[in-house]
Structure formats: structure tokens, C-alpha cells
């Protein structure tokens, strides 16, 4: 389960819509923390939605990089927090910390909780 969570981070990472597809299970539900009217990236999607969104052009040239600092796994779940950077084309460096929990089913991901500094990030791209 540890290298499936990690495959998909890198697939989330460059927008690897292919590679993501595979790894989550038809019945995912993927959920952003924060108040959608405040942060517009938080809330819940399923796997159609989250597909589609891995399959639109990453905002960094050649993808983001996760870097995976603390992992756990117990049952059928992962914990893994991470370090997260990118690169606009204006140059500017975009850099969170993560916390991502899956849950799996059947191999798959079932479930993703994605926690980060929303403050941050609505800061810096300006929502």
C-alpha cells in the first residue's frame, strides 16, 4: 500500500491522469480540506472529477515534486506527510506541507484526505 500511495502522489505530482486512473478505485472519494467559498480546490470529488482534473496541464512546467518526509501504514490505510514544490514559469517557487490519509480497497485507493496550509496556498496563486 506504502508504494501505491507513493506512485500516486507522482502521478498527482506531474498530472498523470493514466497512471492516476489506475491506482484509485471507481468508488474514490477524494476530499481537499477548507471552505470551498474561501478555497476553491477544497472539497469532494470522485473519480471522475479527480481524473479529469489530473488530466488538465499542471501550472508548473514539467510538473510539481512531492517528497514524501514521514510514512505510516496500519490496516488499510497509509498516513504520509510531505513536502511539496513547484515552479511557476514567472519563476516564482510555490512550496506546502501535506498530509495526505488513504484509505484502500481492493489494491486501489478508496479514499484520499488531503490536508495542507490552505491560508498558504490561496495566498500565493491568489483565490
Avoid at 496541464?57 to 514524501?68: E, L
Wanted: hydrophobic fraction near 40%.
Amino acid at each position: 500500500m506504502k508504494a501505491i500511495a507513493c506512485d500516486f502522489l507522482q502521478a498527482l505530482a506531474v498530472h498523470d491522469a493514466a497512471r492516476g486512473a489506475e491506482l484509485l478505485h471507481e468508488d474514490l472519494v477524494y476530499w481537499t480540506v477548507g471552505k470551498p467559498h474561501l478555497f476553491p480546490y477544497a472539497g469532494t470529488r470522485g473519480k471522475a472529477e479527480f481524473v479529469a482534473y489530473l488530466a488538465t496541464p499542471s501550472i508548473f512546467p514539467g510538473g510539481s515534486r512531492m517528497t514524501p518526509l514521514v510514512m505510516t501504514a496500519e490496516d488499510n490505510r497509509v498516513s504520509i506527510t510531505v513536502d511539496g514544490e513547484g515552479t511557476l514559469p514567472d519563476g516564482r517557487v510555490y512550496t506546502n506541507a501535506y498530509h495526505y490519509l488513504f484509505t484502500f480497497r481492493d489494491e486501489q485507493i478508496v479514499e484520499v484526505r488531503e490536508y495542507m496550509d490552505t491560508q498558504s496556498a490561496a495566498e500565493f496563486f491568489g483565490v
